[in-house]
Every structure is written in C-alpha cells, then in structure tokens.
C-alpha cells in the first residue's frame, strides 16, 4: 500500500486505482522508485490534472515528448484517453500563468546537459514553480535539501549564483527580474530589506508527500 501525507494528514490509496490519474497509480507503474522518479508522478498527477488550479498540461512538454516521459518513467501505466487528450492543451491558456514561460527558458538555459532527461526536469521544476507552497514542497520532494540537491545537479551554474541560500522560488522570479532590468526590491541591498525573511530563512513544513512501499 502507498501512503501520502497531505496538509489533511495521512491517507492511504492503491496504486492500481484504474480509476484515477494520480500519484499513487503512477507510481505503482514507474520502474524505479528514485525521488526524482516520485518527483514525476507527484507534479504530473498534481498539475496535469485538468480539475486542478494551476493547470499545467503535459508539464508545458510537447504531446509526442510527454508521452515519451510517461513511456520511459511508468512504462506500464495506460493514461484514460481523456486525461491524454487534455494534456494537448496551452499552458495558460485561458488561466494566469504568464511566468511559466521565462521560468521554463531560464531554467531550459542553465542546463547541466541540453539533453532530453535535463529539458524534462527543467519542465517539471518550472511546472512545480507554479504551485502556492514551498518548491520542495510543489515538488513531492522529501526536504529542501533534496531540491537543492536535484538543482545543483541538474542546473549547477544557476544553483551555484545562489550562494545567499535565498528561497528558491525567490530566487528564480530574481533572476527572471534581473534579465529584464527591473529592480522590484524596495532596498539597496538584502542585509537592509524589511522583507528579508520572505526572500531568505528556512522553508519549513510538512512534506506533502511521501511514500512507504511494501517490503
Ligand atoms: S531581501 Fe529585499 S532586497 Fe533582497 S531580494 Fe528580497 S526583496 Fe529584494
């Protein structure tokens, strides 16, 4: 049985639910259960959900390469073919999600590689940019340690600019600001910022989201 702590508390569910496109059924068809793995099924349940708010379709990826990252990550999972069809969809269209785009470049430029496995997790950080909680939390992530760790793996020369430890969702709209030329801080300099705590400090919470499989 998997199990997933959300905000409500622990819940339990199958993984084989054929009845429902979430994390739990991807997951019980992935072939490996890595974090970043779980990290896939957490977004792609979470967000590609035409039900939920934001709605990311195919996580911004083309349909032929969404399918291929299904294919390749839960290669015995079949997606409802009304769920598929959805994902063909714009993102933002018609909602407000106007950021995923620059964030999806910034992130699509700093890659460790411009490869297909880098160009999917920069989708699926910029698709998780867009929830209301903490990255790692957006994520399915265990910690903030594991999203600075997956960053810096993924995109070293972007996680090595931020060396004040700022929050990373601040961090990305900050460099997004300083591309454009717009300075929106209100203080000549961080150390004398009234609003310090939003931009720095510890990003603690619950995980939303984690796993124990059966032995
Ligand atoms: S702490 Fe203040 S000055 Fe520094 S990035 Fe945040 S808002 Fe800008």
């Not at 209301?132 to 972007?158: C, E, I, N, V, Y």
């Not at 004398?192 to 705590?197: E, G, L, Q, S, T």
């Amino acid at each position: 049985m998997l199990h997933a702590r959300t905000h409500g508390g622990l819940i339990s569910r199958s993984p084989y639910d054929a009845d429902n496109i979430g994390v739990w059924n991807l997951l019980g068809h992935s072939i490996t259960k890595d974090v970043l793995t779980e990290s896939f099924a957490w977004v792609i349940a979470t967000y590609c959900n035409p039900h939920s708010d934001p709605f990311v379709p195919a996580l911004g990826l083309d349909i032929s390469a969404f399918h291929k990252l299904l294919q390749s990550r839960f290669p015995h999972f079949t997606a409802l073919p009304q769920w598929l069809e959805v994902q063909e969809g714009i993102v933002g269209d018609g909602g407000s999600l106007d950021e995923f785009p620059d964030l999806l470049q910034l992130l699509l430029g700093y890659r460790a590689v411009a490869d297909e496995h880098h160009r999917n997790v920069a989708h699926l950080v910029a698709t998780a940019c867009m929830g209301g909680d903490h990255l790692w939390q957006d994520l399915g992530l265990p910690d903030r340690k594991s999203l600075s760790a997956l960053l810096t793996a993924h995109f070293p020369a972007l996680a090595a600019k931020n060396s004040g430890d700022m929050k990373w969702k601040k961090f990305f709209y900050k460099q997004l600001c300083e591309r454009e030329g717009i300075n929106a801080c209100r203080a000549p300099s961080c150390a004398a910022c009234c609003d310090y705590a939003k931009c720095f400090g510890a990003e603690e919470g619950e995980a939303i989201f984690f796993l124990s499989l059966p032995p």
